[in-house]
């Protein structure tokens, strides 16, 4: 899809220069080599998985619970889960 420099913080910058100016340094495609992709992929795969949360308490999470924030980079139960797995990795 096209770039949109209003889905993004500067949504709110003024002029046709200043806007181009990000456009051309927010605009990127990134690209990764099929040899990397796969090195990534076999690294990724070697990492031991997290402890399965019980169903109980993520049935809590889910229905009793009001997580209506928002965060920048996903939910707050996207947060929660990244928490969750960074625990059972490096503690």
């Not at 031991?48 to 928002?70: D, H, Q």
Request: proline content about 8%.
């Amino acid at each position: 899809p096209a770039f949109n420099l209003d889905s993004t913080i500067f949504f709110s910058l003024k002029g046709k220069i200043p806007r181009a100016f990000m456009r051309k340094q927010l605009a990127r495609t990134p690209h990764w080599s099929d040899e990397v992709v796969q090195a990534i992929k076999v690294q990724y795969e070697a990492i031991p998985k997290a402890p399965t949360v019980p169903k109980p308490i993520l049935s809590f999470m889910l229905n009793e619970c009001n997580f209506k924030m928002e965060h920048a980079d996903g939910s707050f139960m996207d947060h929660i889960s990244f928490c969750h797995d960074y625990c059972a990795e490096y503690y």
